[in-house]
């Protein structure tokens, strides 16, 4: 087994294992996140009606003409905006989903910069 299958088949067993525990309901939705090679992805979801309440990208307009810098910045951008987003739409309380992706890096800067914007894990 290559290394990029072992990792791809560690990522998939965290994701099944973290999404086991974690469900979305209309009281506390959940914030998923999802990081490419270059882009870092979040949606809120309520997972009892399979709805998407928001979604928030790097790719977003609101943020298309800040300078790119780090990665990390750019993810506590993105924590930011959601998070303002959510407190504009009602939304106080979320379930963290890391998608099977390891708490630490861009994931950690968008959890971080989600909470100083209001939201509470």
Sequence with gaps: METSE???LAHLKRKKRVRKKIRGIEDRPRLSVFRSARHIYLQIIVDTSGRTLLQVSSLSPEL???PAGKKADMAKKVGTLLGQKAIAQGIKK???DRNGFLY???????????REAGLEF
């Design 94 to 96: 979320v379930v963290f």
């Design 64 to 66: 298309k003409g800040l």
């Design 6 to 8: 072992k990792k791809k």
């Design 104 to 114: 630490h890096g861009r994931v950690k800067a968008v959890s971080e910069a989600a």
